[in-house]
């Protein structure tokens, strides 16, 4: 008789750095994981899961995927690697710590994570504890949206904001700078639904995107020049008489200030830095002045360029000076995370950390690793998990020169050899999504949402968090927090007794799968139709007086020390791109066209960029080129073209389109470099923006031309 393979069905969640936050049904026969839904249920999932995670099971049993610990045996980058025993990883590893603590301190080794993985428990800050322990260098983490919290939180305060699922309700959406079919589509079906039942669509964009395609109105600006349209849009209301008095009035502080600010930004001043037209500009300003509710969703690239701060503080004032909060469906979305009862401080223990300790931010991890930035100790160790800093951090060939240096220890925990593990020296064997326990943090949507453990991991692959505790046992870590379960940590990291929690807690998330949060519902919540605002005065800033820059504490791993600290202009106003005609003309000179680099659609960042049925769907690494920049570069569609500025090359396949405007070509992010002759950020600046410490991913400036024959960089 044949045995019966059983057959079960599992809560899971989408670990990844996105928005949606998934709720997933992982199915399982005979111990492996078979299948992966989107949970029908789940008011966001609804059922449908992204072209990216749709075969999530094929990827936990990939053939590149690694399996047991390895120690390298050839040069750096070779990925010559020899399979040991975890006993001589870990042994490995903590010897070489502590005979480093011993010569240099503690500071000689920086821990380098990201949000490849968005759990509460084994993410971002899922090392935190254990390298505050330690006394290790602070690594201060912005690679995406870190700027537009600083700006949201001055303005505005840690609020959710207009809820996304209450956009169904909204008459006039805007999208600035959010390629929401592409990295956002679960929000992107509740717009299509409020579009067929009516409400008009703008999207704003630097270059056609799929979601710009799909919008009743695509207003296209300069890349970096969104701030002067914000500051005109809000001239433009203010001059038009369409300010709602009484709201500013009650729940506003500043408003004199800003209009003095913003009485010369003038939609004709804008026209000539943006490229959109003045009238443009006084319709879109009075459309959302008086087609309520008016709804403006902003994506993470708004803060890609030097003044990207400065640009989210005007955008987040526009719904107070209209009385959009007003309405359910009124407002604006940034991360409805700062409503979600998380307990970062437990998760990360700063109370661990010495005082003094210095700060070093990811961004520009190349620089620290290369001795142009002066450091005493130098870093002698890295580890690197969550995150594939060569081809997602900027001047990626100064991170690779500071990976091949041989007295560098790197380890990496890896689900495969990435461009940054092939120059580890340990390469841990990390799980995957369904092999453990843990709740996934969201940043776009109002539900606390479950994953279980339902297969065990191949080979000897155990949970980031599992890394940690094994490395604590061995530094000789006592704190009790080294020694709580994944459960005992998802007990410990949410505030279960918040108001936010009531009727919610562990036990009703294993049995639903996801939970939303006590904080009003899709069809009632208007958090701030009387102010209200979590901010010093309870009302909605446009002046802030006195303010400092600051990083956001769980991307610094709760620190306070050493924040950047220097003064902040009061009000909101346009500052330009770093790097533009009118800032350096000889600059722009030698690289006239100015580039954009938005998350691609088929990879998310660089997860997925090494499976060929990915890479099949998303197409190989190519440049956006308008025909009228093509033609005197000699270039046609299909060409492989080689794209250059001081800080380095990649290489791609040119298309021609009228999707980008004369002057801008669109690369998008997350390609490997193992596998492509270069890749986006070889070109990208690691000077921080205006706020936040924010990357400047977009605005920089290139050359184009021919590529000969393709060479393959290492």
């Not at 500013?248 to 408003?255: N, S």
């Not at 526009?318 to 007003?326: D, Q, S, V, Y």
Request: include cysteine.
């Amino acid at each position: 008789m044949n045995e019966r393979v059983s057959t079960t069905t599992s809560f899971g969640a989408c670990p990844h750095d996105c928005p949606d936050t998934c709720s997933m049904l992982f199915d399982v026969e005979g111990g492996k994981l078979k299948g992966v839904r989107g949970n029908p249920d789940h008011p966001m999932t609804r059922g449908g899961l992204c072209v990216k995670l749709k075969d999530y099971e094929t990827r936990h049993y990939h053939p590149d995927r690694v399996l047991h610990p390895l120690k390298r045996v050839g040069p750096k980058g070779s990925k010559q690697f020899a399979r040991i025993t975890w006993d001589e990883a870990l042994d490995t590893i903590t010897s070489r710590w502590k005979a480093i603590i011993a010569e240099h301190g503690a500071q000689a080794i920086i821990p380098y994570s990201y949000l490849g993985h968005q759990g509460l428990v084994h993410g971002l800050n899922g090392g935190d504890a254990f390298f505050n322990r330690m006394g290790a260098t602070v690594c201060e983490r912005t690679f995406c949206g870190e700027g537009s919290c600083t700006a949201w939180l001055l303005t505005v305060g840690p609020t959710a904001g207009l809820d996304p699922e209450s956009y169904i309700h909204s008459k006039l959406i805007v999208i600035w700078a959010c390629n929401s079919v592409s990295t956002n589509l679960h929000h992107w079906a509740i717009v299509r639904d409020a579009q067929k039942l009516g409400a008009k669509v703008v999207v704003i964009d630097a270059y056609k995107s799929r979601t710009a395609k799909e919008a009743d109105w695509h207003i296209c600006p300069k890349p970096g020049t969104d701030g002067a349209l914000a500051m005109a849009l809000i001239n433009s209301i203010i001059a038009q008489g369409l300010v709602d008095q009484d709201y500013v009035e009650k729940y506003t502080f500043g408003f004199e200030a800003l209009k003095e600010r913003a009485s010369t930004r003038t939609p004709e001043w804008a026209e000539t830095i943006t490229g959109v037209p003045a009238a443009e500009i006084r319709k879109l300003a009075h459309d959302l002045a008086t087609v309520q509710p008016a709804a403006i969703r902003i994506g993470v690239a708004l803060e890609r360029h030097y003044g990207g701060g400065q640009t989210i503080r005007a955008v987040t004032c526009i719904p107070a000076l209209t009385g959009a909060w007003r309405h359910v469906g009124g407002g604006i979305t940034q991360f409805p995370v700062w409503e979600h009862p998380y307990k970062f401080d437990v998760i990360c223990r700063p109370d661990l950390i010495p005082p003094g300790t210095r700060v070093i931010n990811n961004l520009q991890i190349g620089r620290a690793l290369t001795g142009e930035m002066p450091l005493d100790p130098p870093i002698k160790s890295m580890m690197c998990w969550n995150s594939n800093p060569v081809t997602q951090a900027p001047e990626t060939d100064k991170i690779v020169q500071g990976l091949m240096r041989e007295d560098l220890f790197l380890v990496s925990a890896e689900h495969f050899i990435s461009d940054t593990a092939s120059y580890a020296d340990i390469v841990l064997p990390a799980s995957m999504g369904a092999e453990m326990e843990d709740m996934i943090l969201s940043w776009g949507h109002l539900y606390l949402t479950y994953n279980a453990k339902c297969v065990e991991s191949p080979g000897e692959a155990i949970p980031n968090n599992e890394i940690f505790r094994r490395l604590a046992a061995r530094m000789g870590y006592e704190e009790e927090n080294f020694k709580w379960s994944d459960s005992e940590c998802l007990e410990h990291y949410v505030d279960w007794a918040s108001p936010a929690c009531e009727g919610i807690d562990l036990d009703t998330l294993r049995t639903r799968g996801y939970a939303r949060l006590k904080v009003g519902t899709k069809d009632d919540r208007v958090r701030h139709k009387e102010g209200n605002f979590p901010t010093p005065t309870g009302k909605c800033h446009f002046m802030v007086e006195g303010a400092t820059n600051f990083v956001a504490g769980p991307f610094r791993q709760m620190y306070e020390g050493f924040q950047p600290g220097e003064p902040l202009d009061s009000l909101p106003d346009y500052v330009g791109p770093r790097e533009s005609p009118a800032n350096n003309p000889l600059l722009a000179e030698k690289f006239p066209l100015n580039i954009v680099s938005p998350k691609s659609h088929g990879f998310l960042n660089s997860c997925y960029a090494n499976m060929e049925t990915k890479i099949k769907s998303q197409g190989e690494q190519f440049v956006l080129i308008n025909a009228a920049d093509a033609q005197p570069r000699g270039i046609v569609d299909g060409d492989r073209v080689k794209v250059e500025n001081g800080r380095g090359a990649f290489k791609g396949v040119a298309r021609v389109t009228g999707d980008v405007n004369p002057g801008v070509v669109v690369a998008s992010l997350g390609y490997w470099r193992q596998l492509n002759d270069g890749t986006v950020n070889s070109i990208s600046s690691a000077e921080f923006t205006d706020m936040g410490h924010a990357p400047s991913f977009s605005a920089h400036h290139v050359q184009v031309s021919r590529a000969n024959r393709p060479t393959r960089c290492r």
